[in-house]
């Protein structure tokens, strides 16, 4: 099993760039497909990029261009890059692990606590 930790998160304006790193403990790391979801308030968790063990990668509509999801295995990690930053982006950003890369957040298995990121207008 993994357990993954979030990183990277902060306070940006509209237009900026972060980059979200996702450690993640365990010797089998590079055999999970990895995922990236959002959660803003009074909102339910949305999916928003997925990295197959192989490195295919998923995203969803609305960040399709501007974010950018990569992995190390060599270091356990995972990466969410995100350009051009929005308002509507704020969210608390979680990163999972699961067997298949997918959209479903249900057929993640490991998540992580989250890391909060603010962009203001």
């Known amino acids: 099993q993994v357990q993954p930790v979030e990183s990277g998160g902060g306070l940006v304006q509209a237009g900026d760039s972060l980059r979200l790193s996702c450690a993640a403990s365990?010797?089998?790391?590079?055999?999970?497909?990895m995922g990236w979801f959002r959660q803003a308030p009074g909102k339910e968790r949305e999916f928003v990029a997925a990295?197959?063990?192989?490195?295919?990668?998923y995203y969803t509509d609305s960040v399709k261009g501007r974010f950018t999801i990569s992995r190390d295995n060599a270091k356990n990690t995972v990466y969410l890059q995100m350009n051009s930053l929005k308002p509507e982006d704020t969210a608390v950003y979680y990163c999972?692990?699961?067997?298949?890369?997918?959209?479903?957040?249900?057929?993640?298995?490991?998540w992580g606590q989250g890391t909060q990121v603010t962009v203001s207008s």
């Open positions: 990295i197959s063990w192989s490195g295919i990668t």
């Open positions: 365990g010797r089998t790391f590079s055999s999970y497909a």
């Open positions: 999972a692990a699961g067997a298949r890369a997918t959209r479903e957040r249900y057929q993640y298995d490991y």
